[in-house]
């Protein structure tokens, strides 16, 4: 788990982004996901009614396949991590815009590529909204198990 509490300032910057590098989990065939927060990351929201996203999946076969998710209490937009030795690891971005503004939902997009557990490439595009009119100053990443054991999450700007 990454936690950046009170990195949000409204006083700094409108808009966020995340940047991702070559992000490994101790356990293989893991998912990456994120949440946010309106009380400076004492607690995450985890209410399942006010997620939603939508994915675009890319893969090195050359299809893609859109996928929706709801009710999930968090956006997921990296899944299938594979620690094999062969990765890379997981890389991409996740854009935050306006999540200060308490009189609208906070929504946003990622782009994310890594090698799956089975050791495939894959690519995703993903646009999500968290539908709840909050000031949202912190966010948590965070595997659905286990650690991450390498990479880099930073540049919250």
Known sequence: TVNFPS??????????????????????????????????????ETASYAWGQDNINLHTSITSTLTGAENSGYVQFMSNVGNVASTDGASGEVYICDPHNASTHTFGWARASWNRHD????????????????????IRFYSNSGNITSGEIGNLK
């Open 7 to 44: 990195k949000m300032d409204s006083s700094l910057y409108v808009d966020y982004r995340a940047v991702f590098r070559s992000i490994v989990f101790a356990t293989d065939n893991k998912n990456l996901q994120f949440r946010l927060s309106d009380d400076n990351g004492v607690s995450y």
């Open 119 to 138: 050791d495939v490439k894959y690519g995703v595009d993903v646009w999500w909204e968290r539908a709840v009119n909050a000031d949202h100053n912190s």
